[in-house]
């Protein structure tokens, strides 16, 4: 180990006017509002938790089952059941104040004017430290997933968020479209400080003896290890088309599987499903990424970011 260089190590990120300890942020839906892992992780040493989707009102989702096993990743169908951003400010926030975390709230609307007053209401609060637009919920039907699926929506989404805010403002892309970096280039466009990306891919599952489908909500979000490969592709994609910092997450696990988001253009990255099998996974991200940058004698994340190199494979590719 070279302690020297161990020492002067920076594995701090910004994302806008944000600075993030590390890259390593729990995602939306699975980390509750983060007290509830406050007992197994210090929430001091994450990058930042983006809170469960909040609605201006408690929601209460859909009926069970909602949640299914698939190979290498899981379908959920919650309906973005939550306590409603009222709720959160009282009794979530002081005590995430307390804990030192890096709040990013993640908003979810049937209508524009719902993202506009969950953002008012947010920017008021002590301790929110950023945005994340849920424009991508796969599981609802009414409004969110309609503005992130179409260009011009998700423009009008983020700039009127804009308008009414001075937090970082990060909406969270859909994989569920067709080219995801026009969609990226839109939210840039209307003044987003960030992109994340990949909510979960639209998909179904039928138990074959009673023909039946597996959730209530017959159709659910596939996360997990299985959609890593696309999502590594779409946040490649979108770090080729904006220069807004790219948050990247879908299925990972490992520090070597957050290597591939960052080295293809992420910034930070989010981890979701990983912490339901693994809740311990932070020290070892931690850890992990520290005896990389070592071992290739990185002194900042900054260097590793968007650092893939494509020239070789190309020269391959043309003299074949
Ligand atoms: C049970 C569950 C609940 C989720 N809830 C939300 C949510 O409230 N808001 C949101 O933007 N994304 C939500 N997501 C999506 C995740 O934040 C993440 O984008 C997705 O699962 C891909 O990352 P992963 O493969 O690491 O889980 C949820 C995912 C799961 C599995």
Not at 86 to 104: F, G, Q
Not at 194 to 213: H, K, Q, W, Y
Not at 239 to 263: C, H, Q, T, W, Y
Request: net charge negative; with cysteine; aromatic share 6%.
């Amino acid at each position: 180990m070279d302690w020297a260089l161990l020492n002067t190590m920076d594995l701090s990120v910004s994302i806008g006017s944000l600075r993030l300890r590390n890259p390593f942020i729990a995602a939306s839906g699975c980390f509750g509002y983060g007290l509830e892992y406050a007992g197994a992780v210090d929430l001091s040493t994450l990058g930042g938790l983006v809170s469960k989707g909040l609605f201006l009102k408690p929601r209460e989702g859909h009926p069970p089952e909602r949640i299914v096993e698939t190979p290498a990743g899981m379908l959920n169908a919650i309906g973005l059941q939550g306590i409603g951003v009222h709720r959160y400010i009282a009794e979530k926030l002081p005590e995430l104040r307390e804990h030192d975390a890096t709040n990013i709230v993640n908003i979810c609307g049937s209508t524009l004017d719902e993202y506009v007053e969950l953002a008012r209401i947010l920017s008021d609060a002590e301790g929110v430290h950023a945005l994340e637009l849920n424009i991508s919920c796969p599981n609802i039907k009414e409004g969110g997933i309609t503005f992130g699926c179409s260009p011009h929506g998700t423009f009008d989404v983020v700039s009127a968020v804009r308008k009414v805010t001075t937090l970082p403002v990060i909406p969270k892309l859909t994989p569920n479209v067709t080219d995801v970096a026009s969609i990226a280039k839109m939210a840039e466009d209307a003044g987003a400080d960030a992109v994340s990306l990949v909510n979960t891919f639209l998909g179904m599952a039928i138990d074959v003896e009673t023909r039946r489908p597996k959730l209530s909500n017959i159709v659910g979000g596939l996360s997990g290890p299985a959609i890593r490969p696309i999502a590594v592709r779409m946040v490649y994609e979108c770090r080729n088309r904006v220069k807004i910092p790219v948050i990247g997450m879908g299925g990972i696990a490992s520090v070597n599987d957050a290597l591939e988001f960052i080295i293809a253009g992420a910034t930070a990255v989010q981890v979701g499903t990983a912490n339901f099998v693994d809740p311990f996974i932070w020290s070892k991200l931690h850890d992990g990424l520290q005896s990389y940058m070592e071992r290739h004698r990185i002194g900042s994340v900054h260097e590793l970011i968007g650092t893939l190199d494509t020239a070789k494979r190309e020269k391959e590719w043309v003299s074949s």
